[in-house]
């Protein structure tokens, strides 16, 4: 049954009005069926292709998913804490404004304590453009940039460790070291209205100049003036490929770089230097500061260095301080030389008697004694005894004279040239051959002659031979 569209009133099957209200019932128009066009059915020949099956979709890795995240939130946080920190024109960081300053050498570098500060020209001129571009009140452009800083502190870290700045002065190289800035914010903030202060620290490696190791005493060897064994040694010696001006300039300002020490002793003006001498030289403090001044140090060990002195180092070559060093050839050669000198004495005083030689004595000066004569009293000599018989006026009586010589020079016969000690030449020995080198000394008798040796015991050491030990009754 149907309802009127009017009035809702029940509507009888036929019924061409509404009982009730006279409207006229809608009748629905009947649909007119759809022409269907003739399909021709295609038949297929052959077998039926096979499907393809449609492509599965692929699992996700959930862990790469959750990582993705990670890093997404990791992103979020730290632009927004850019933004919030950096990038707001009402936020001012201090971090940015914080002053470090490294000097000195790499082991012993030290931060400048007065360099532990904050910018206040750079912070004052940022602090007046943020005012500028957030259009703050008159009360925030009122501020004293003096009493900011003041409110800011600082505790420096090396590492972990807490250090006082003025008192730490061993830094390496790439040390790190933190400073962590000790203020009240909100103090801050008070002071300028509308603007807000970040930052706790900063971080920075030690930046200091890298040093050098090398070895000081390279191609060292000591110069030696005079003779051995009373030469003496110069200051400075000769080192390989440093010059003298670099010396000169390190004392002129920290002090002569090196100490001197003769067998483990300083080296005083006065210590006569022998060959054989061990010839220490150490660099000190003074020459370290020299070296630092030059991006330098010395390598572990070698601070110091031990010479044994050699002929070579002398400038004069040396005497032996023994007879025993003295060949045959030259010692034949000396004795030769002191008889002729000997009766050319006898001659000069009408003796007619030849000067018989009774003995020889080596005579080595004792250590640190100074005793003046003919000759250097530091110098060992070659004494010879003659005895001669004079009976000029009928009587017979038998002198004794002494003739000192100059024993014996060895030299090198490369000595002083520039490659001395990297090829040294063969050693040598001279004599003097000058008569003037001779030192005569005439005795009454025997008991004058012995006098004489003991007078002197005191300040020679003698080697004799047993002619001349028999003769003045010697005994060692």
């Not at 649909?31 to 269907?36: D, F, R, T």
């Amino acid at each position: 049954m149907k309802n009127c569209t009017n009035c809702q009133a029940p509507i009888h099957a036929g019924d061409a009005f509404c009982s009730k209200c006279g409207a006229k019932v809608q009748v629905a128009a009947q649909a007119e069926p759809k022409a269907v066009a003739f399909q021709p059915k295609t038949v297929q020949l052959g077998p039926t292709p096979t499907q393809a099956p449609a492509p599965k979709k692929t699992k996700r890795n959930m862990k790469g998913i959750l990582a993705g995240i990670f890093v997404l939130l990791a992103i979020i946080t730290v632009a927004g804490y850019f933004f919030l920190n950096h990038g707001s024109s009402d936020t001012i960081n201090l971090e940015d404004y914080v002053k470090l300053k490294f000097e000195g050498n790499d082991g012993e570098g030290y931060i400048v304590e007065k360099s532990v500060s904050l910018n206040k020209e750079n912070l004052d001129r940022d602090i007046k453009k943020k005012i500028e571009a957030e259009g703050l009140n008159t009360e925030s452009s009122n501020y004293n940039i003096d009493q900011l800083v003041s409110k800011v502190e600082f505790s420096v870290y090396k590492g972990d460790e807490l250090i006082k700045v003025k008192d730490r002065k061993n830094l390496n190289n790439h040390d790190k070291i933190t400073v962590k800035l000790l203020y009240d914010k909100s103090d801050l903030e008070d002071m300028i209205p509308g603007l807000h202060f970040t930052g706790t620290s900063v971080t920075q490696e030690a930046d200091l100049i890298p040093l050098v190791g090398i070895d000081p005493f390279k191609g060292f060897y000591p110069k030696i003036k005079g003779i051995s064994p009373n030469g003496r040694v110069s200051k400075p010696s000769k080192f390989e490929g440093k010059d003298l001006e670099i010396i000169a300039k390190a004392t002129a300002n920290y002090g002569f770089p090196f100490d001197y020490y003769l067998n483990g002793k300083e080296v005083s003006s006065n210590d006569p230097i022998a060959v054989g001498d061990e010839i220490e030289i150490r660099l000190n403090e003074s020459g370290k500061n020299a070296l630092k001044k030059e991006g330098q140090t010395v390598e572990k060990g070698k601070d110091s260095k031990k010479y044994k002195v050699t002929l070579a180092d002398f400038e004069e070559g040396a005497y032996v301080t023994s007879l025993s060093k003295v060949d045959e050839d030259t010692q034949e050669a000396i004795s030769k030389n002191v008889e002729d000198a000997a009766k050319a004495y006898a001659a000069d005083r009408n003796y007619k008697d030849l000067p018989k030689f009774e003995g020889m004595a080596f005579a080595a000066i004792k250590d640190g004694v100074d005793w003046g004569g003919t000759f250097d009293s530091k110098i060992p000599q070659m004494v010879y005894v003659y005895s001669i018989t004079n009976t000029s006026y009928g009587k017979s009586k038998t002198s004794y004279f002494v003739i000192s010589k100059i024993a014996v020079i060895e030299q090198v016969e490369n000595h002083g040239k520039a490659n001395v000690h990297k090829k040294p030449g063969k050693t040598i020995q001279t004599f003097e051959k000058n008569a003037k080198k001779y030192d005569f000394k005439s005795m009454s008798d025997e008991n004058d002659l012995k006098n004489y040796f003991t007078r002197n015991i005191d300040t020679y050491t003698y080697t004799m031979d047993d002619q001349l030990k028999s003769l003045i009754n010697w005994t060692e």
